[in-house]
């Protein structure tokens, strides 16, 4: 018994001594950063011909910057298209010897759900059951809906009240990442190489990132942090392909148009008729891709079918592009009159291909959660994120989680240990590349 009690205590004391050492807290906890950027209004909207698309965007973007100054980063600066970026200086005797890695987060909300006024509830030491929001009775977060929720007991869950969604996508992200700053300021005994930091605008609605200055943004990998389940990572998106199928008919006065008129809408309602029913959103999941026609124009004149084609594989997407392309050939057969014409483009590709030859982005965000105390495992999204066009611009970007569930709408979630072990993790990740 004694024995066994000595060496409960000498382990403890060796794990102490290797990386429990108490850290000094920052000087505002995650949980109060995240509180405060989630009321500020940033969401973004679709159809835009600027970056960034709405101009409140640039009111938690010039209040990052000067938080960032005032934690002592160097470099900060947004961009004329409301891009932070920032640098937080190594500390090592030597930063050159090891890569910059990049934290990236975005700074707006779905155009989906209002994020104005947004008033988050804390529902402390939650004991199970369903959670309904109280300023809407109707938004219920159910356990049968959110099994994740088994995982929180005793852990105090982040709500929106029921009218807005709580934008913990992706401001826990960016609280996650200032409060690591923050946390390495206060804790210069935490050896890391240099940081590059950017907080981005438009993610929701795709047109940020093409604006992101890869250059001069200076890292040489990069994670974004803007994943959902703690302890989930991911290095694999699929690929992604956008067609446009046009019928071209003719249109003539339907009072003489007997013998002239060639009416597309019906070669359109061929098409769509041919889609394999096994092979869509709604009935796919996994590792398994889809063709999704999702939006169009009826016009005797000209109709027009657009479709996305989703695959982990490129042979896959290729397989679909072609099962889109002779269904063209079919419904031109039974519809000679219309001219039916498919373009295919492409929109991002699976950052696998890439990340394959960086296996250590992967395995060191592995081993920070592991010493943050969670069971990291790798998802594959389904859904393309910034780091994928980083990836192929020549950033190596994977996704790490930031402890938020049900992104997009009111019943969007957090909680004070996932915005925590976030946080430890990124601590943890810029100690391992430290010391590589
Ligand atoms: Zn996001």
Same mark, same amino acid.
């Given at each position: 018994?004694?024995?066994?009690?000595?060496?409960?205590?000498?382990?403890?004391?060796?794990?102490?001594?290797?990386?429990?050492?108490?850290?000094?807290?920052?000087?505002?906890?995650?949980?109060?950063?995240?509180?405060?950027?989630?009321?500020?209004?940033?969401?973004?909207?679709?159809?835009?011909?600027?970056?960034?698309?709405?101009?409140?965007?640039?009111?938690?973007?010039?209040?990052?910057?000067? /938080?960032?100054?005032?934690? $002592?980063?160097?470099?900060?600066? *947004?961009?004329? +298209? =409301?891009?932070?970026? @920032?640098?937080?200086?190594?500390?090592?005797?030597?930063?050159?010897?090891?890569?910059?890695?990049?934290?990236?987060?975005?700074?707006?909300?779905?155009?989906?759900?209002?994020?104005?006024?947004?008033?988050?509830?804390?529902?402390?030491?939650?004991?199970?059951?369903?959670?309904?929001?109280?300023?809407?009775?109707?938004?219920?977060?159910?356990?049968?809906?959110?099994?994740?929720?088994?995982?929180?007991?005793?852990?105090?869950?982040?709500?929106?009240?029921?009218?807005?969604?709580?934008?913990?996508?992706?401001?826990?992200?960016?609280?996650?990442?200032?409060?690591?700053?923050?946390?390495?300021?206060?804790?210069?005994?935490?050896?890391?190489?240099?940081?590059?930091?950017?907080?981005?605008?438009? /993610?929701?609605?795709?047109? $940020?990132?093409?604006?992101?200055? *890869?250059?001069? +943004? =200076?890292?040489?990998? @990069?994670?974004?942090?803007?994943?959902?389940?703690?302890?989930?990572?991911?290095?694999?998106?699929?690929?992604?392909?956008?067609?446009?199928?046009?019928?071209?008919?003719?249109?003539?006065?339907?009072?003489?148009?007997?013998?002239?008129?060639?009416?597309?809408?019906?070669?359109?309602?061929?098409?769509?008729?041919?889609?394999?029913?096994?092979?869509?959103?709604?009935?796919?999941?996994?590792?398994?891709?889809?063709?999704?026609?999702?939006?169009?124009?009826?016009?005797?004149?000209?109709?027009?079918?657009?479709?996305?084609?989703?695959?982990?594989?490129?042979?896959?997407?290729?397989?679909?592009?072609?099962?889109?392309?002779?269904?063209?050939?079919?419904?031109?057969?039974?519809?000679?009159?219309?001219?039916?014409?498919?373009?295919?483009?492409?929109?991002?590709?699976?950052?696998?291909?890439?990340?394959?030859?960086?296996?250590?982005?992967?395995?060191?965000?592995?081993?920070?959660?592991?010493?943050?105390?969670?069971?990291?495992?790798?998802?594959?999204?389904?859904?393309?994120?910034?780091?994928?066009?980083?990836?192929?611009?020549?950033?190596?970007?994977?996704?790490?989680?930031?402890?938020?569930?049900?992104?997009?709408?009111?019943?969007?979630?957090?909680?004070?240990?996932?915005?925590?072990?976030?946080?430890?993790?990124?601590?943890?990740?810029?100690?391992?590349?430290?010391?590589?």
């Amino acid at each position: 018994m004694k024995l066994v009690l000595a060496s409960v205590l000498c382990l403890f004391f060796v794990s102490s001594a290797l990386s429990q050492t108490p850290l000094k807290p920052p000087t505002e906890s995650v949980m109060d950063r995240f509180f405060r950027y989630v009321k500020i209004d940033t969401q973004s909207a679709e159809d835009q011909n600027t970056v960034p698309s709405t101009r409140k965007q640039l009111n938690l973007a010039n209040l990052l910057a000067r /938080e960032l100054t005032a934690l $002592g980063a160097q470099g900060v600066r *947004v961009s004329e +298209f =409301g891009i932070v970026y @920032a640098v937080v200086p190594g500390n090592l005797p030597d930063n050159s010897k090891v890569p910059v890695v990049g934290f990236i987060a975005h700074m707006d909300t779905s155009p989906a759900v209002s994020g104005a006024n947004v008033t988050p509830v804390v529902h402390k030491n939650y004991q199970g059951g369903d959670i309904v929001l109280p300023k809407d009775p109707t938004q219920v977060i159910s356990v049968a809906d959110n099994p994740v929720l088994k995982d929180l007991i005793g852990d105090d869950i982040i709500t929106a009240d029921g009218t807005t969604l709580l934008g913990s996508d992706d401001k826990a992200g960016v609280a996650e990442i200032m409060t690591t700053i923050d946390t390495l300021r206060q804790n210069p005994q935490i050896k890391h190489g240099m940081l590059a930091i950017a907080f981005t605008p438009d /993610e929701e609605v795709g047109g $940020g990132i093409e604006k992101f200055d *890869v250059k001069g +943004f =200076g890292a040489q990998v @990069a994670y974004t942090v803007d994943g959902e389940t703690l302890g989930e990572i991911s290095n694999e998106t699929w690929s992604a392909r956008t067609a446009t199928v046009t019928f071209q008919g003719k249109s003539t006065h339907p009072g003489t148009a007997k013998g002239i008129m060639v009416n597309a809408s019906y070669a359109l309602a061929d098409y769509l008729s041919r889609f394999p029913q096994d092979m869509l959103p709604e009935t796919t999941e996994g590792r398994v891709g889809f063709v999704h026609p999702y939006t169009g124009t009826v016009d005797v004149e000209q109709s027009t079918l657009k479709i996305l084609l989703r695959d982990f594989d490129t042979s896959g997407l290729d397989a679909k592009e072609k099962l889109l392309r002779d269904m063209v050939a079919q419904t031109q057969a039974k519809y000679p009159r219309v001219k039916v014409s498919i373009d295919v483009k492409e929109n991002y590709k699976n950052m696998k291909e890439v990340l394959k030859d960086h296996p250590e982005l992967t395995e060191n965000a592995i081993e920070a959660a592991k010493r943050a105390g969670l069971k990291p495992y790798i998802r594959p999204i389904r859904g393309g994120t910034d780091g994928s066009d980083l990836t192929f611009r020549g950033l190596p970007t994977p996704n790490l989680f930031t402890g938020g569930q049900n992104f997009h709408g009111k019943l969007e979630f957090n909680s004070r240990r996932g915005l925590e072990k976030s946080t430890e993790t990124l601590v943890h990740l810029v100690q391992i590349f430290g010391g590589k």
